[in-house]
């Protein structure tokens, strides 16, 4: 690298993101410290995106700094959790000096959002691959984890689904249609994580989860770790414009089903707290759309308005298949 390991860390992330109170020491030590807030819970998790897994080589930098941390703090959200810090580990075939900055820009923009502080990261070299942890906080006892829900229970989802699906069809040549391209480029490259949402269900949802790998696997992990079944009704999917007509014309339930990368939330609430999640899906800038109901008996069944069943593809799993 033409630019040394220490000049790039000090040019580009020691000061990327505002500071908070909490953070006693960031970016520079052996190790960061951090307060937690007296009575908190931390919440943390990691995620990694590797090129030609998980973004195509010709992303854009930005798309990607902001789409790193977006998947991470989608993962706090489910939990109900507020963000606070995160940690970047980078490796990088070279340090481009315009790449970046592009990319902390993307990442920086975000985080700002958030009142996130980047406190501290590794940087290595080799084939590219962006690995952000994020730590978020919430009361005891108040997290939304995925073995909550009961049978009677309702499935609500945030946003709208495929999008990023049919983005990817789009890039691939495989679906063509000009006038929804920017939208859905958009929705596939600048996810928003769903932190509002997530934290205004605190002490409502019974269970919640991000839709990262396609909304049938991911209720599905919701379903088995309540060792429940669930009734969903495909007319009531909240879908864009773009996806609404691709599945008029294609009949394809799968891409709003089980397509991954639109990292909105798929909550479950009980009945009787139907009026209070209706009364938040209205000021929710995202939306919240009831899609179906729990019940006692296993698997996923999808109703048309027909009433037909429809088989729901198993979504994304990287071990799967044959690559
Ligand atoms: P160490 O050798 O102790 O692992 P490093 O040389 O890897 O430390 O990193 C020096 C400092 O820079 C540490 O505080 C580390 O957290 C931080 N750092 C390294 N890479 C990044 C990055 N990509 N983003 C933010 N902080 C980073
Ligand atoms: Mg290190």
Redesign the pocket.
């Given at each position: 690298m033409s630019l040394s390991e220490f000049d790039l860390?000090r040019n580009y992330?020691s000061d990327l993101t505002l500071t908070r109170s909490d953070v006693e020491l960031g970016?520079?030590?052996?190790c960061?410290l951090l307060q937690v807030p007296a009575g908190k819970v931390l919440a943390v998790t990691i995620d990694t995106l590797v090129e030609k897994r998980h973004f195509s080589p010709g992303v854009a930098p930005a798309d990607l700094g902001h789409k790193s941390l977006a998947v991470n703090l989608s993962d706090l959200a489910a939990m109900g959790a507020i963000p606070a810090w995160v940690t970047?580990a980078?490796t990088l075939p070279c340090a481009d000096e315009t790449w970046l900055a592009e990319f902390a820009h993307g990442f920086a923009e975000l985080a700002a959002l958030h009142q996130v502080a980047?406190v501290?990261?590794?940087?290595t070299r080799g084939p590219l691959s962006v690995t952000v942890q994020a730590h978020g906080f919430v009361d005891p006892g108040a997290a939304l984890r995925r073995d909550g829900a009961e049978p009677g229970d309702l499935i609500y989802v945030t946003g709208t689904l495929g999008d990023a699906g049919l983005a990817l069809l789009v890039e691939q040549g495989l679906y063509t249609r000009p006038e929804y391209l920017p939208f859905l480029r958009r929705r596939l490259a600048r996810p928003q994580p769903r932190l509002e949402a997530g934290q205004a269900l605190r002490g409502l949802a019974t269970a919640a989860i991000d839709v990262s790998d396609g909304l049938s696997s991911d209720l599905g992990h919701i379903l088995s770790a309540s060792a429940c079944g669930a009734t969903l009704h495909l007319g009531q999917l909240p879908l864009s414009p773009a996806v609404r007509e691709y599945v008029g014309e294609t009949g394809d339930w799968n891409l709003p089903l089980a397509a991954g990368d639109d990292y909105e939330l798929c909550l479950v609430v009980p009945q009787k707290r139907q009026d209070e999640v209706e009364r938040i899906g209205l000021r929710l800038d995202c939306g919240l759309t009831w899609i179906g109901t729990v019940d006692r008996a296993s698997g996923l069944r999808c109703l048309t308005d027909a009433g037909e069943l429809v088989e729901a593809d198993s979504g994304y799993d990287h071990f799967g298949g044959t690559d």
């Open positions: 860390i992330f970016v520079g030590d052996d960061a970047l980078l980047l501290g990261g590794d940087t």
